[in-house]
């Protein structure tokens, strides 16, 4: 299974960063192969609506969870309407590594 | 002649300038009109008394998608320019976000299988008043929880009756509800106040107004005798200053009691008339 973490870097030592949709890159955990793999997101610099945008995005990565620090109103029906975990991380300053590993306990 | 008051800035005096200036036109006998542009928040009926004529529900079209015959072709979703509709091809999955959705109609154009009907969704109301001396007053309130004032504005404007000269009070700030009122305007007033925040939320407005290539001037308001950065950005700009208009604490007050402070002070009424002669009213 997928796990989506909105990340400010594409290494595993990067930090969450703080905003959904227009976090720079997404790191995608996968659970089964214990693979990281980091994408640029492509709903960073959209006008209006990148939280919708990164959703369909990550949807076709099927990603099943998504950490973030919050999701916005536009964001959560469409999570709970795709079946998509939503995990609020509120605490600041986590690695990617450390996050998948809080994941995996 | 249609005059835009604006400001970058919140609480610089937008409605004070708009409402005296309307006020004091009334006064000489110029048809004049008016209309109260911060549909967010329109607050000009607390010193312009009029008598409601009538109220207009202003409403939008949102796309409903029927899912029975949509084939999740992914067209209408190509064709939206706000990123309104969420499609996932692979779960057969399309959506609408109705914030996002700005009514352009792109995705009913779209759409080859008659998938894509409307609803309508109301935005907020228009009223319109007229004054004691006979002129049109209009104002507009968005409802709670909807995204964008735009469409309201635009509908409030539609209900001047484009005859001498017209006064829109704009929103504060310089992103849509602004340059939707300012793209209204032969002319922008920008309000501002003496002050470092003033004077950068005006280099924002003014930014904005000169890509419009709109002709504008500045007012400053509760200009006192302290540092004025303002002044000297306008020098160095080449920017007209309209008026100055003092800090004083009987304006303050007569505002504060929903009185017109230009008809109560000779030394306002000035500076109202300078601001009339540059702007050839």
Same mark, same amino acid.
């Given at each position: 299974?997928?796990?989506?973490?909105?990340?400010?870097?594409?290494?595993?030592?990067?930090?969450?960063?703080?905003?959904?949709?227009?976090?720079?890159?997404?790191?995608?955990?996968?659970?089964?192969?214990?693979?990281?793999?980091?994408?640029?997101?492509?709903?960073?610099?959209?006008?209006?609506?990148?939280?919708?945008?990164?959703?369909?995005?990550?949807?076709?990565?099927?990603? %099943?969870?998504?950490?973030?620090?919050?999701?916005?109103?536009?964001?959560?029906?469409?999570?709970?309407? $795709?079946?998509?975990?939503?995990?609020?991380?509120?605490? %600041?300053?986590?690695?990617?590594?450390?996050?998948?590993? $809080?994941?995996?306990? | 002649?249609?005059?835009?008051?604006?400001?970058?800035?919140?609480?610089?005096?937008?409605?004070?300038?708009?409402?005296?200036?309307?006020? +004091?036109?009334?006064?000489?006998?110029?048809?004049?009109?008016?209309?109260?542009?911060?549909?967010?928040?329109?607050?000009?009926?607390?010193?312009? &008394?009029?008598?409601?004529?009538?109220?207009?529900?202003?409403?939008?079209?949102?796309?409903?998608?029927?899912?029975?015959?949509?084939?999740?072709?992914?067209?209408?979703?190509?064709?939206?320019? +706000?990123?309104?509709?969420? +499609?996932?091809?692979? *779960?057969?999955?399309?959506?609408?976000?109705?914030?996002?959705?700005?009514?352009?109609?792109?995705?009913?154009? =779209?759409? #080859?299988?008659?998938?894509?009907?409307?609803? !309508?969704?109301?935005?907020?109301?228009?009223?319109?008043?007229?004054?004691?001396?006979?002129?049109?007053?209009?104002?507009?309130?968005?409802?709670?929880?909807?995204?964008?004032?735009?469409?309201?504005?635009?509908?409030?404007?539609?209900?001047? @009756?484009?005859?001498?000269?017209?006064?829109?009070?704009?929103?504060?700030?310089?992103?849509?509800?602004?340059?939707?009122? =300012?793209?209204?305007?032969?002319?922008?007033?920008?309000?501002?106040?003496?002050?470092?925040? /003033?004077?950068?939320?005006?280099?924002?407005?003014? #930014?904005?107004?000169?890509?419009?290539?709109? @002709? +504008? /001037?500045?007012?400053?308001?509760?200009? /006192?005798?302290? @540092?004025?950065?303002?002044?000297?950005? *306008?020098?160095?700009?080449?920017?007209?200053?309209?008026?100055?208009?003092?800090?004083?604490? !009987?304006? =303050? &007050?007569?505002?504060? @009691?929903? &009185?017109?402070?230009?008809?109560?002070?000779?030394?306002?009424? &000035?500076?109202?008339?300078?601001?009339?002669?540059?702007?050839?009213?």
């Amino acid at each position: 299974m997928k796990t989506a973490i909105s990340a400010s870097g594409d290494t595993i030592q990067s930090v969450m960063d703080q905003r959904f949709g227009r976090c720079p890159y997404f790191c995608v955990y996968d659970n089964e192969s214990k693979e990281y793999a980091f994408h640029k997101n492509p709903a960073c610099e959209a006008q209006s609506g990148a939280g919708p945008l990164a959703v369909q995005f990550l949807a076709k990565l099927g990603v %099943e969870k998504i950490v973030a620090a919050e999701f916005g109103g536009k964001v959560k029906p469409v999570l709970e309407d $795709l079946k998509i975990q939503m995990i609020i991380m509120n605490q %600041e300053g986590r690695s990617m590594e450390e996050i998948v590993t $809080l994941l995996n306990k | 002649m249609r005059i835009v008051v604006g400001s970058g800035k919140g609480g610089t005096g937008k409605t004070f300038l708009s409402v005296n200036l309307f006020c +004091f036109l009334e006064e000489q006998g110029i048809p004049v009109s008016f209309a109260d542009c911060d549909v967010e928040e329109p607050n000009a009926d607390l010193f312009l &008394k009029g008598e409601v004529k009538s109220v207009e529900t202003v409403f939008q079209n949102l796309p409903v998608i029927d899912t029975a015959a949509c084939t999740f072709c992914g067209k209408c979703h190509d064709y939206c320019a +706000f990123n309104a509709i969420m +499609f996932i091809k692979n *779960l057969e999955y399309i959506s609408i976000s109705e914030e996002l959705c700005h009514d352009c109609g792109a995705c009913l154009y =779209a759409c #080859e299988f008659d998938a894509i009907s409307e609803k !309508k969704k109301e935005l907020g109301k228009v009223r319109i008043m007229q004054s004691t001396k006979g002129n049109r007053i209009v104002d507009g309130l968005t409802n709670i929880g909807v995204y964008s004032g735009v469409r309201v504005i635009k509908s409030a404007v539609k209900k001047l @009756e484009n005859q001498g000269v017209e006064i829109l009070d704009a929103p504060p700030g310089t992103s849509c509800p602004f340059v939707t009122t =300012a793209s209204f305007g032969d002319y922008v007033i920008l309000v501002t106040e003496p002050t470092w925040f /003033g004077l950068n939320d005006l280099k924002l407005a003014v #930014e904005t107004v000169r890509g419009m290539k709109k @002709e +504008f /001037g500045v007012v400053i308001n509760r200009a /006192g005798d302290g @540092e004025d950065p303002v002044s000297d950005y *306008l020098k160095k700009e080449g920017i007209e200053l309209l008026a100055k208009i003092p800090f004083d604490h !009987k304006i =303050a &007050k007569w505002y504060s @009691e929903g &009185k017109i402070p230009v008809l109560e002070s000779s030394d306002l009424h &000035k500076i109202f008339y300078e601001i009339q002669r540059k702007l050839k009213i």
